[in-house]
């Protein structure tokens, strides 16, 4: 099946730093949504992208598009504590029923 | 509206029992989904409907599975025979048209632990 890769697959930084992750695929999305999960929740949306070359932002969050349709990344900027969870890219289309989710980036931001 | 509803929250259940969970979708959205996630994975889809219609149904989808949607409101997803590997959280999703592009907004999940 279809697999999108996400990375990093976990990231370790300092409050207040920047961060940024990112999702390639082989097959070309037709929309792509970026997620939060928190433990024992279910995946939050943060941002959904529906053109190619978009740029998004939703608060402290930015994401964008990929030209090529394959790929997409998300930025966070000057982290909090509540910034901390796994954040996961999913892609709508390519031929595949549903969304399709990478394998997540899980943030751990240390005081 | 508050969201997706799933219920129960938790299940714990022995091996061979049959076990039936219950979404909520968001009020008017006609499209919703079951995914499954697994420690360390994301979501892998396993069905969908489009109102009452079950449109499409991943190879995951073993015949154990069976998910209905009766009225086109709340859907239901009952494994039979539940074995340990059926042990994950599943999650429901709904989006709010009916075309593909288009966000999903996900329940809390449903936890099964089968032991």
């Known amino acids: 099946g279809q697999q999108l890769n996400q990375s990093p697959q976990s990231m370790f930084i300092q409050e207040g730093e920047d961060v940024s992750m990112n999702c390639t695929s082989s097959?070309?999305?037709?929309?792509w949504l970026w997620y939060k999960q928190d433990p024992g929740e279910g995946p939050v949306l943060l941002i959904a992208?529906?053109?190619?070359?978009e740029l998004t932002s939703n608060g402290r969050l930015t994401a964008q598009f990929g030209i090529t349709r394959k790929d997409s990344f998300l930025n966070i900027s000057a982290s909090i504590p509540s910034d901390v969870g796994i954040y996961f890219c999913?892609?709508?289309?390519?031929?595949?029923?549903?969304?399709?989710f990478g394998k997540g980036t899980h943030l751990i931001i240390q005081p | 509206d508050t969201g997706v509803s799933q219920n129960p929250r938790h299940k714990i259940t022995k091996r061979g029992q049959n076990v039936t969970f219950r979404c909520d979708p968001i009020?008017?959205?006609?499209?919703l989904y079951w995914y499954r996630q697994t420690l360390g994975q994301g979501p892998e889809f396993l069905t969908y409907?489009?109102?009452?219609?079950?449109?499409?149904k991943s190879r995951l989808l073993s015949d154990r599975f069976s998910a209905e949607r009766p009225k086109g409101s709340f859907s239901t997803l009952e494994i039979q025979r539940t074995e340990q590997g059926d042990s994950a959280m599943y999650l429901c999703?709904?989006?709010?048209?009916?075309?593909?592009?288009?966000?999903?907004?996900f329940g809390q999940g449903t936890r099964l632990t089968v032991v």
């Open positions: 992208l529906y053109k190619a070359g």
């Open positions: 009020s008017e959205h006609n499209r």
């Open positions: 999913a892609g709508v289309g390519g031929g595949a029923d549903g969304l399709t």
């Open positions: 409907f489009q109102n009452e219609a079950q449109l499409e």
């Open positions: 999703a709904s989006s709010p048209r009916s075309g593909l592009n288009t966000e999903a907004f």
């Open positions: 097959s070309i999305f037709n929309t």
